[in-house]
């Protein structure tokens, strides 16, 4: 069965940095673009960066330029997030989800279940 | 940047109705890169439309997707109750990388 399985929830301090990852299960983590997505309590989704496993090249939106990182394991089929600097309003469900192969548009069609990120004092 | 705007927020109808969600786009999208996701809730979001008005695996053909340009609509011919939940439409594209959701519409039992 193909999914995504993330790592369980995690609680920082302000300031500080936190890092999470996603496992590919059931098929090959180096066919497809991985994302990362993010939705705090009550809100909507917002997209904060893919990578391409295979090569590890990234791109990241614009709000997140600087504070995040992904990087990928292809010998572990397990891509990393990692978001610094962290702030109050960066509590959220972080999702990884699987996009397209390389050089096509293609929605996200599998999801991991979700990474609760706590910052709090 | 894209801007996505649903509407309504909130859709209250009852089990049997039909329901039209709209997505509207700040500036056109020719190339209909557009996804509809369900979300219920404690759970990842689903995929159920993309390229506008294609279905996604194992998604019931009661969901229907249409629309070009600005205007997109995803339509559940005749809800269920396990249809109730929030829905995001997404536009995506890799040339350049941009993937902006809308803020949602939730679909409530009346």
């Known amino acids: 069965q193909v999914q995504l399985v993330q790592s369980g929830a995690e609680m920082k301090e302000p300031g500080a940095s936190v890092k999470i990852s996603c496992k590919a299960v059931g098929y090959s983590l180096a066919t497809n673009y991985i994302h990362w997505v993010r939705q705090a309590p009550g809100q909507g989704l917002e997209w904060m960066g893919i990578i391409t496993p295979s090569t590890g090249g990234t791109n990241y939106a614009q709000n997140f330029q600087g504070r995040v990182t992904i990087t990928s394991d292809t010998s572990t089929s397990t891509i990393y997030m990692t978001l610094s600097s962290l702030r109050f309003d960066d509590t959220a469900i972080y999702y990884c989800?699987?996009?397209?192969?390389?050089?096509?548009?293609?929605?996200?069609?599998?999801w991991g279940q979700g990474t609760l990120i706590t910052v709090s004092s | 940047e894209i801007v996505l705007t649903q509407s309504p927020g909130t859709l209250s109808l009852s089990p049997g109705e039909r329901a039209t969600l709209s997505c509207r786009a700040s500036?056109?999208?020719?190339?209909?890169?557009v996804a509809w996701y369900q979300q219920k809730p404690g759970q990842a979001p689903r995929l159920l439309i993309y390229g506008a008005s294609s279905r996604a695996t194992g998604i019931p053909d009661r969901f229907s997707g249409s629309g070009s340009g600005t205007d997109f609509t995803l339509t559940i011919s005749r809800l269920e109750p396990e249809d109730f939940a929030v829905y995001y439409c997404?536009?995506?594209?890799?040339?350049?990388?941009?993937?902006?959701f809308g803020q949602g519409t939730k679909l409530e039992i009346k």
């Open positions: 500036q056109s999208l020719i190339t209909n890169y």
């Open positions: 989800a699987r996009g397209g192969r390389p050089w096509s548009s293609q929605p996200f069609d599998i």
């Open positions: 997404q536009q995506y594209d890799i040339s350049p990388h941009m993937y902006t």
